[in-house]
T-cell receptor, first 114, second 113 residues
Framework: DQQVKQNSPSLSVQEGRISILNCDYT??????FLWYKKYPAEGPTFLIS?????DKNEDGRFTVFLNKSAKHLSLHIVPSQPGDSAVYFC?????????????FGQGTILTVHP | DGGITQSPKYLFRKEGQNVTLSCEQN?????MYWYRQDPGQGLRLIYY???????QKGDIAEGYSVSREKKESFPLTVTSAQKNPTAFYLC????????????FGQGTRLTVV
């Protein structure tokens, strides 16, 4: 049962344009959401997060939007740069006893063309 | 320079042998985790530990074992009972508790031949 889903395996955008990566979840207990960036043969690096009490969080070129009623979140990258080309994972955790355990989506490969 | 160190980066083992992957952190984090990544899939949780001398099974614990004798260390043993051990293994740590992000090591690529 895939509780976190990234339905787009890949996304290709032009440098300078907006990249929008999407993520859906099914578990209503999830209350904290994160985005990670990963290069091949390396560990993921944390990008940005959002708590369920918010609907938007911004950090430089990265903005995460959360729509709790739709159980959907998205990551916007503006403007996109070639160095942003990587695999992006969304992840979610639940409060209570989850103690930081993360459930990950399958990832979306972002390619930014110069 | 704080971080998480996984060693080795590449590991080859013969089928039927047990192998132990190392993970050390100097971030003073309470919680540590092991994830596995397969091609085209997300990261799946193998085991996690909230405090020293305590650990819990994740979603795919069968064929794996761990120990947490020190706060800084969380080694993972891939046993011969693991049916498909070839994968990319990632160790992570966090301060634990709610709404915290995990920080990852560089990973170990295990290939069983």
């Amino acid at each position: 049962d895939q509780q976190v889903k990234q339905n787009s395996p890949s996304l290709s955008v032009q440098e300078g344009r907006i990249s929008i990566l999407n993520c859906d979840y099914t578990n209503s207990m999830f209350d904290y959401f994160l985005w990670y960036k990963k290069y091949p043969a390396e560990g993921p690096t944390f990008l940005i997060s959002i708590s369920s009490i918010k609907d938007k969080n911004e950090d430089g070129r990265f903005t995460v939007f959360l729509n709790k009623s739709a159980k959907h979140l998205s990551l916007h990258i503006v403007p996109s740069q070639p160095g942003d080309s990587a695999v992006y994972f969304c992840a979610a955790s639940a409060g209570g006893t989850s103690y930081g355990k993360l459930t990950f989506g399958q990832g979306t490969i972002l390619t930014v063309h110069p | 320079d704080g971080g998480i160190t996984q060693s080795p980066k590449y590991l080859f083992r013969k089928e039927g042998q047990n192998v132990t992957l190392s993970c050390e952190q100097n971030l003073n984090h309470d919680a540590m985790y092991w994830y596995r990544q397969d091609p085209g899939q997300g990261l799946r949780l193998i085991y996690y530990s909230q405090i020293v001398n305590d650990f819990q099974k994740g979603d795919i614990a069968e064929g794996y074992s761990v120990s947490r004798e020190k706060k800084e260390s969380f080694p993972l043993t891939v046993t011969s009972a693991q049916k498909n051990p070839t994968a990319f293994y990632l160790c992570a740590s966090s301060i634990g508790g709610f709404n915290t992000e995990a920080f990852f090591g560089q990973g170990t690529r295990l290939t069983v031949v």
